[in-house]
């Protein structure tokens, strides 16, 4: 594929064409906001994308694929890592086998999030090499570099992403690798792939001696780039975004940016620092104290941000006020249009029904989480992915009788493919003695980050027919006693007569509500009419659908 020597992309785009370019066989994920548009621009580039039903079943599956050999990339956003980390942490130990690339995206300010975990800590954690690019063009770079870095030591290596270098768009200039990985070809390994307790013993042991060879390598050196006057008496220490920010804020600071911020090249900052006089020496970098920290541990004496500048992203004005050593209230955020449940989403019947009801309601991650907001204000509690089911069964065992049968859990169909099904394990399981009532809002998408696919709808990622989870035989198989399939839009009063009916019944009880979501039910009606006429010119009776 040819390119143009100037593209105006942004991070994501950058980071699926980088991909794209190098060759990865396989890009696998969950969508999630501000990472979504990565997998979705590999694939119309023409890799292979997929969702996986969560985040630890990508990075399961993008293991796999290493594993066999082939250069994978794993996407998802700051809090899908949480979900992923049980097969990350061990991971690190095993290695990778093709090169693999985690891209975590985190969201500080959670514009669209529950918190703003900052996920460098996850690398340090997980004993994982980590990047930090600061635009498109560095997300392009580094996406290369990451796998060139996870072929060279075998580890898998997180490219830690912001929300604005996920959207914003700056110029990328491709310089596509001239060779492309290694055909996928399984080789055995036991003891290096199998981690019981004798095999995981001597990996931890080389896992940390990989992290030191890479800490003092020339590649570690590589990425460290320095802006601003060679005599400058002000040096800033920072990473990703937060260089772009600090190169207007401060022009005539000495700026170093470390590009490899895990494991910290700290010989070759010592060299810098060292052989220049700066008088001043300060670290910006948004969210936790994250390198200041790392600096002060080795003895170099940085003044890092006070703490009301941990919270929410940075900008040019809020790095000229840390540099400032400015203290004061910072002015409130201009207030923007309060977000809503669409006029005709099926939802807003669901909620006013619990509303009126005066349900306890333990929530989920996903648009019908505005359900939370007036005129319903019908959600108590919203904690992660999947939790609403968990959470509501809590409730139901230790409440009084009287209120325990006014709980309910909500969730989305999307949701309850990521991380309900391990709830109705327990629902099962452990019933409380009121037994228990869901509501699986099922729109046929997911709609909250962009009306992408999942194991509930039947299209794969590219909206081609694939295999479907059919929800009410799942929930059958698994034990409930009640399985309802209601139109919560279409036909009101019987969903209405049904949520009194299961509440007082005592059982443990699913309702369905079943209706496209309307921004999307056009695009679901089409899909549905291609794969039908694909499905009759394949069968020989003609393309009329």
Known sequence: MNHPERMLLSGNE???????????????????????????????????????????????????ASFGGAATLVTMKHVGVNVAADPLFTAAYIGASGPLVLVSADDPGMASSQNEQDNRRFAVAAAIPMLEPGDSQEAY??????????????????????????????????????????APHYVKDIPGRVMIPAYARPAHRRLRDKLTKLEKSQFARD?????????????????????VHCREAAPEARILKIGLTHPLPMEAIEEFIDANDFTDLRVIEEGDPYLEELLRANYIAVEGKPEMYRFGEFNVGRVRRILDKDRSPEPPPTPGKPPELCKGCPHRTVFQTLRDRGCIVAGDIGCYTLGVLSPFEAIDTCVCMGASIGVGLGLRHVLPEDQARKVVSVIGDSTFVHSGLTGIAEMVYNPPPTGHLLLILDNGTTAMTGQQEHPGTGRTLDHQPTGKIVFEKVLEAMGVEQVHVVDPWGDTEKFEQLVDSCLASGKLSVIIARRPCILAVGKIKEYERLAQATACTTCGDGGEG
């Open 14 to 64: 950058a980071v699926a064409l980088a991909a794209y370019q190098a060759g990865v066989a396989l890009g696998v994920g969950y969508p999630g906001t501000p990472s979504t548009e990565i997998l979705e621009n590999f694939a119309r580039l023409g890799g292979h994308a997929q969702w996986s039903p969560n985040e630890k079943v990508a990075l399961e599956v993008g293991l796999g």
């Open 141 to 182: 770079d580094y996406t290369l570099a990451g796998l060139r870095l996870s072929a060279e030591y075998k580890l898998p290596v997180m490219l830690r992403m912001t929300t604005r270098v996920c959207h914003s768009k700056t110029v990328v200039r491709p310089t596509p690798p001239t060779e492309k990985p290694a």
């Open 223 to 243: 990425l460290l780039t320095t802006y601003g006057p060679q005599d400058a008496k002000l040096c800033i220490i920072t990473s990703g975004i937060s260089a």
